[in-house]
C-alpha cells in the first residue's frame, strides 16, 4: 500500500513565525501535492511538484512556498505564519500526469496560529 | 469553467437506507471522475474512479456511481447505509488543461442515524 506521511499532526505556531510541514511518500511517486483543507471549501490546491526540484503554483498559493529536494519528500513552508493560514493541510502524491491516476493523501497536519 | 458540483453539504439518512450523494460536474471533453472519502481526523481515500470503462463503477464497502454523459452526474449510492458510512465524501474530477489536473467538490457530510 502507498504511504503518504505527514511528519506533524497537530502544531500550534505564533504569528510570524516560520513553519514547516514536512511530507514523504513511499511509492516512488512522481507527483506529490500540498492541499489546504477548510469547512465549507473542500480542498484547494496550493503546490504541487511533478519532478524533483520542480514546482507548479496551484490556486491559493500566496503566502506559502514548498521544496522538493528528493523524490520522495515535499515540504510546504509558511515564511510568516498569520492567523488566516489556520488550517488543516493535506499532502498527497500521484504516480504520474496520466489521467485517471488515484491521488494518495496523509493523514493531514492541522495548524493553528495564534 | 470546469468544476464539480455536489448537491448538498450534509445528508442524513437512517442506518439500513439508501445513502445517495449527487455530484455533477462540468465538461467539455469525457473527463475522470473519482469518489474519495474522509473518515474524521483522517485523510481522504479513494472510494472509486470512472476511467471510462464500464458507466457503473463499483468501489469499496458497497458504495457505487453511475456516470451519467447526457447530464453530466456522477452519483454514488449505497443500498443499505452503515454507522461506520459516517464521513465526509468528495467527488472530484481530472481534466487535461495543458495537462491533467484535479478538481475537487465542497464536500458532503454524510449522517447515519441509528
Known amino acids: 500500500d502507498v504511504k503518504v506521511t505527514q511528519s506533524s499532526r497537530y502544531l500550534v505556531k505564533r504569528t510570524g513565525e516560520k513553519v514547516f510541514l514536512e511530507c514523504v511518500q513511499d511509492m516512488d511517486h512522481e507527483n506529490m501535492f500540498w492541499y489546504r483543507q477548510d469547512p465549507g471549501l473542500g480542498l484547494r490546491l496550493i503546490y504541487f511538484s511533478y519532478d524533483v526540484k520542480m514546482k507548479e503554483k496551484g490556486d491559493i498559493p500566496e503566502g506559502y512556498s514548498v521544496s522538493r529536494e528528493k523524490k520522495e519528500r515535499f515540504s510546504l513552508i509558511l515564511e510568516s505564519a498569520s492567523t488566516n493560514q489556520t488550517s488543516m493541510y493535506l499532502c498527497a502524491s500521484s504516480l504520474s500526469s496520466i489521467g485517471g491516476n488515484t491521488i494518495y493523501f496523509g493523514e493531514g497536519s492541522w495548524l493553528t496560529v495564534v | ?114
Not at chain 2, 24 to 34: E, G, I, Q, R
Not at chain 2, 49 to 71: M, R
Not at chain 2, 87 to 103: D, H, N, P, Q, R
Request: net charge positive; hydrophobic share 40%; proline share 4%.
Open chain 2, 1 to 114: 469553467a470546469q468544476s464539480v458540483t455536489q448537491l448538498g453539504s450534509h445528508v442524513s439518512v437512517s442506518e439500513g437506507a439508501l445513502v445517495l450523494l449527487r455530484c455533477n460536474y462540468s465538461s467539455s471533453v469525457p473527463p475522470y471522475l473519482f469518489w474519495y472519502v474522509q473518515y474524521p481526523n483522517q485523510g481522504l481515500q479513494l472510494l472509486l474512479k470512472y476511467t471510462s470503462a464500464a458507466t457503473l463503477v463499483k468501489g469499496i464497502n458497497g458504495f457505487e456511481a453511475e456516470f451519467k454523459k447526457s447530464e453530466t452526474s456522477f452519483h454514488l449510492t449505497k443500498p443499505s447505509a452503515h454507522m461506520s458510512d459516517a464521513a465526509e465524501y468528495f467527488c472530484a474530477v481530472s481534466l487535461y488543461t495543458g495537462g491533467f489536473k484535479t478538481i475537487f467538490g465542497a464536500g458532503t457530510r454524510l449522517f447515519v442515524k441509528a
